[in-house]
């Protein structure tokens, strides 16, 4: 049964970071890209970043290239999130994902509001 747990969200100042990491279990870790999504309030949900399984270049929306860095540990079985200089509008409900054997799975995500 594949499991994804999101942590590490929280309350930050505008120009703060954050570091969010996702847990995953159930399925051969290394063989799957996972990424980050995040979703406003009264938007639609968006692709913050992904990562291959193996090899292969990370992906990030342009909205935080430069601030925002997905990392992975097979070992651990874990997708990071590092999150500098953080702006109001990175407020929102990040999700961990995972598409494996034609299906969409979901993270409960965490929240993640910037403001002063």
């Known amino acids: 049964q594949v499991q994804l747990v999101e942590s590490g969200g929280g309350l930050v100042q505008p120009g703060g970071s954050l570091r969010l990491s996702c847990a995953a279990s159930?399925?051969?870790?290394?063989?799957?890209?996972m990424s980050w999504y995040r979703q406003a309030p009264g938007k639609k949900r968006e692709l913050v970043a992904r990562?291959?399984?193996?090899?292969?270049?990370?992906t990030y929306a342009d909205s935080v290239k430069g601030r925002f860095t997905i990392s992975r540990d097979n070992a651990k079985r874990t997708v990071g999130l590092q999150m500098n200089s953080l702006k109001p509008e990175d407020t929102g409900v990040y999700y961990c994902?995972?598409?494996?054997?034609?299906?969409?799975?979901w993270g409960q995500g965490t929240q993640v509001t910037v403001s002063s």
């Open positions: 994902y995972l598409r494996w054997g034609y299906r969409d799975y």
């Open positions: 159930g399925f051969t870790f290394s063989n799957y890209g």
């Open positions: 990562i291959p399984g193996t090899g292969g270049a990370t």
